[in-house]
């Protein structure tokens, strides 16, 4: 019999996380003031602990993973590598499709591998409560069970048409004990203009960040902090542990060489989490092809420009240096809600910028063509947005038999979609359409960050 998983013992888990900004060919540019000039860490003291921004800011390549944080990870890590087998056998391909099962976490998908760290370093800090934003469900399940864990009040902003689509997501959420709110709000300065002007609005992550930071930053007892799952350096180092433990995995299995790296991407951490200590070798000389998935209606990597930009719609965070549609976008309402933010991880955005990725955007019916394909022959049901990366590894697969080549492409299989099957319910009768951002549309997001700072002229001013 074909061997289909394997498994790391508990003992075998990373003990450090990977900092990819130690190794990119440039160093990652920095947040910014409106002024232009780079913020220093205390200024984002109101917002995070400061044991998180020392994280933000290293430069370091290996961070040391605290005992007891790999302690609370053992609940559901190492996660499986698998095989597919039978999807290779459907596609007749000769590439080895090996995937990690990122499903097997409480919450069901890739987020605690930061929200357990988050919370307990918020909780080493002092702090009594966190608040964030959440898109499909996936980030606000994962901090309402890490808050859980570590003993800390919950607050999660939820953008509304993932409210209204996803309601077992809020019911996770206040099960571990967390408040879960429909974003905009009238319980914010930020959501009330919001539904001022916009009252049907579905919401969108720029708007939920802007709510989730202002109800931290404006708690009087300062006890407060505000938690983000995807987009910022430490939150993307937390997830390496990821592709860690796929090289483990991948070793014992006799795989010297990976030849393509998948992973969906929408703020950028389940994709960074597995692509980035691979994304090492690549830029150590390995022939690796690294992509990036994204949808066609939120193209922030493979249209939007690389510009410096606010990571929430009120623009009370500083300006990053990332791919960007612009603060303002709002997104159409797609199921793959993880996939609907504005941006792109800074860390990310530069791996771009210097040709080491190769970003691709897909339309929503292919992906969940590919999503039904992989729940008939591997059996899993797959998150909307995992669906895109299934998309691409089809897509390879299909390249390698043409080819005729051997190939071992490797994904991130970055979470179930048990709580998603109205998704599929409106794939199966019909209901849904594919919605490749229209030009005009993206233009006119784009024109609120026409007199942002330029990157190059922020490189320029720094050399």
């Not at 996660?79 to 290779?88: G, I």
């Not at 430490?234 to 299995?253: D, F, N, S, Y």
Request: glycine fraction near 8%; charged fraction near 20%.
């Amino acid at each position: 019999m074909d061997q289909t998983k394997v498994f790391l013992s508990e003992k075998d888990m990373p003990r450090q996380w990977y900092n990819l900004a130690a190794d990119l060919p440039h160093p990652p540019l920095p947040p910014i003031g409106p002024d232009g000039k780079p913020i220093s860490p205390d200024m984002l003291a109101p917002v995070f602990p400061m044991n998180l921004i020392e994280q933000e800011v290293c430069t370091d390549r290996w961070v040391d993973i605290p005992e007891e944080i790999l302690g609370l990870l053992s609940l559901w890590r190492p996660s499986p590598l698998y095989r597919a087998h039978r999807l290779e056998k459907a596609l007749g391909t000769p590439a080895r499709i090996y995937y990690k099962n990122e499903g097997v976490s409480p919450p069901g998908s890739h987020k605690p591998n930061t929200a357990v760290p988050q919370a307990w370093y918020n909780k080493q800090f002092g702090m009594e409560r966190l608040t964030t934003e959440t898109g499909a469900g996936q980030w606000g399940s994962a901090l309402a069970f890490a808050c859980a864990l570590v003993g800390l009040e919950c607050k999660v902003f939820m953008v509304r048409i993932s409210f209204d689509q996803k309601p077992f997501r809020r019911l996770m959420m206040e099960t571990w004990g967390a408040t879960c709110i429909p974003s905009p709000s009238p319980e914010t300065n930020a959501g009330r203009a919001i539904l001022e002007k916009m009252p049907d609005t579905p919401g969108s992550l720029g708007i939920a960040i802007s709510e989730a930071i202002e109800a931290a930053v404006t708690d009087p007892t300062g006890m407060t902090r505000y938690s983000l799952g995807s987009v910022l350096n430490h939150v993307l180092m937390h997830q390496t542990i990821i592709g860690l433990e796929a090289k483990k995995q991948l070793e014992l299995l006799g795989e010297n060489a990976v030849d393509v790296v998948i992973g969906c991407a929408g703020g950028g951490s389940n994709f960074s989490g597995l692509a980035f200590p691979f994304l090492a070798d690549k830029i150590a000389g390995a022939d690796i092809t690294i992509i990036p998935v994204e949808p066609t209606s939120c193209p922030t990597m493979t249209r939007a420009p690389y510009a410096y930009d606010h990571g929430d719609t009120a623009g009370m965070t500083p300006l990053l240096p990332m791919h960007t549609l612009g603060h303002t976008f709002v997104p159409p309402p797609i199921h793959a809600g993880g996939l609907r933010y504005h941006g792109m991880a800074p860390l990310l955005s530069l791996a771009i910028t210097e040709g080491l990725l190769e970003p691709r955007a897909y339309e929503q019916l292919t992906c969940y063509e590919a999503a039904v394909s992989w729940a008939r022959t591997e059996g899993f049901i797959s998150a909307p947005e995992t669906a895109h990366a299934i998309a691409a590894v089809v897509e390879e697969a299909n390249k390698a038999t043409e080819e005729g080549k051997e190939k071992v492409i490797l994904f991130n299989w970055s979470g179930h979609g048990l709580m998603d099957l109205t998704g599929y319910d409106a794939f199966f009768h019909g209901k849904l359409v594919d919605y490749p951002l229209p030009e005009e549309e993206m233009l006119k997001s784009l024109a609120a960050i026409k007199d942002f700072p330029k990157p190059e002229d922020v490189a320029k001013s720094l050399s």
